[in-house]
């Protein structure tokens, strides 16, 4: 019988033991395929032998047709996409939010996004102890409270998110002055904030969440700046009493660098009476510049999470002890002033 040529389906790589291979350019690449002389059926030992298919070596996938690499535009398009999908379950309504309006996609999406550029590049918060938070179950953060605008707690909310593991949430406790204002109180509540009372409170521990409270409140949010980084009074120990029923841990927290925002070196008392506000502040800035007075000076925060305090350990009625919810109180004020004070030893700038 006549010698038969068969192509095999290779590509460039060609068998170094074929003797005289003829080369050929392949209608796709140009790149040489080896040609390999295969004798007839009667002239293999045997008789007819066909060649497994097997024995073929398998198909490389040539240069042009790998897969097109995602690039930035790929990113894009799915981030309009994203978006698109965002936009229509807002216009029809199907989304979710919890007994106390807390809308998680909205958070997520859009207040976070809008918070976020703030945290990063203004004040350029640097977050410490973040492995004292625990990763599931109830746990109340207490903080300390600055800065005439309560910036704060907006921060502390996105660093807990930001650098937990899990990305959990914090569900702040708000005064209820801030569910009296305009678009405020709307905002707030699908923030997940809620008012700062023991019942709310103890519901949202006992369900999980993540609660913060800044216990100083209007004290020390109002502060003059010559008192800055001096923890006001604790309120009556209400926090301790909530965490003891839910047998949540307590997480203290201090905050640096929220103090110098707006320095507040005046207070105009009755304005603030007419106005329907707890203070109204006078700073270099404000309101002698007007809007631009409104603008926060860019300082360099520092968060920093302290060990948790157990409660779980306590018996039911406890939380009816006045001399343990007193000296829980000043064991967190105390951890939390201590801790003020050690990072403004090691800061070496308000702004750096």
Wanted: proline share 10%.
């Amino acid at each position: 019988m006549a010698d038969a040529k068969v192509i095999p389906f290779d590509d460039d790589r060609s068998r170094g033991g074929a003797k005289g291979p003829s080369r050929r350019r392949s209608r796709r690449s140009g790149e040489p395929v080896a040609v390999r002389e295969v004798r007839g059926p009667a002239e293999r030992p045997g008789g007819v032998q066909p060649v497994p298919a097997a024995a073929e070596p398998p198909l490389a996938p040539e240069p042009e047709e790998a897969p097109a690499q995602t690039g930035g535009g790929g990113g894009w398009e799915r981030r309009i996409a994203g978006g698109l999908q965002f936009l229509r379950r807002r216009i029809t309504g199907d989304y979710d939010v919890d007994e106390f309006g807390y809308d998680k996609e909205l958070t997520d999406q859009v207040l976070m996004s809008l918070l976020r550029p703030v945290y990063e590049k203004y004040f350029r918060v640097e977050v410490k102890g973040i492995e004292n938070i625990p990763a599931d179950g109830g746990a109340l953060i207490v903080a300390n409270h600055s800065g005439t605008l309560p910036l704060d707690g907006l921060m502390l909310q996105v660093a807990v998110h930001d650098n937990h593991p899990h990305q959990r949430h914090l569900r702040l406790l708000a005064a209820d002055l801030v569910f009296m204002l305009p678009v405020v109180n709307e905002l707030a509540r699908k923030a997940g904030h809620t008012l700062a009372c023991a019942e709310d409170a103890q519901r949202l521990l006992e369900g999980g969440e993540l609660v913060g409270v800044m216990p100083e409140g209007f004290k020390g949010i109002g502060k003059p700046f010559s008192e800055r980084y001096k923890l006001q009074r604790f309120g009556r120990g209400g926090f301790v009493s909530t965490a003891l029923r839910a047998g949540t841990p307590i997480i203290p927290c201090s905050i640096v660098g929220a103090e110098e925002i707006y320095p507040m070196i005046g207070n105009a008392k009755t304005l603030a009476r007419v106005l329907g506000f707890p203070y109204f502040p006078i700073t270099p800035t404000f309101p002698w510049l007007g809007p631009l007075g409104a603008v926060p000076l860019p300082t360099k925060w520092t968060i920093q999470f302290g060990e948790p305090i157990p409660t779980d350990g306590y018996p039911p009625e406890a939380a009816e002890d006045p001399m343990l919810m007193f000296n829980l109180t000043d064991q967190v004020r105390e951890q939390i002033q201590h801790t003020l004070y050690k990072l403004l030893v090691q800061r070496r700038s308000v702004f750096f």
